[in-house]
């Protein structure tokens, strides 16, 4: 004879479990390590610098 369950609570579990799956997939498509993001926002800072070291001062507007 077949075990009784409980259809809400199966729905559920397959659920989360569809989304768990979902989540690892955009984990791995979009997630970065923190070093990854530290480094990225080291670069980009150091860009910025060097573009703004480089700025030419114009004389007063007229």
């Not at 609570?9 to 498509?29: F, L, P, T, V």
């Amino acid at each position: 004879m077949a075990d009784i369950i409980n259809l809400r609570a199966a729905k559920k579990a397959r659920q989360r479990a569809e989304a768990r799956a979902q989540g690892d997939a955009n984990a791995a498509k979009f997630g970065r390590t923190k070093a990854e993001r530290t480094l990225e926002a080291a670069q980009s800072d150091k860009a910025r610098q060097s573009l703004d070291a480089h700025k030419r001062e114009d004389g007063p507007q007229k």
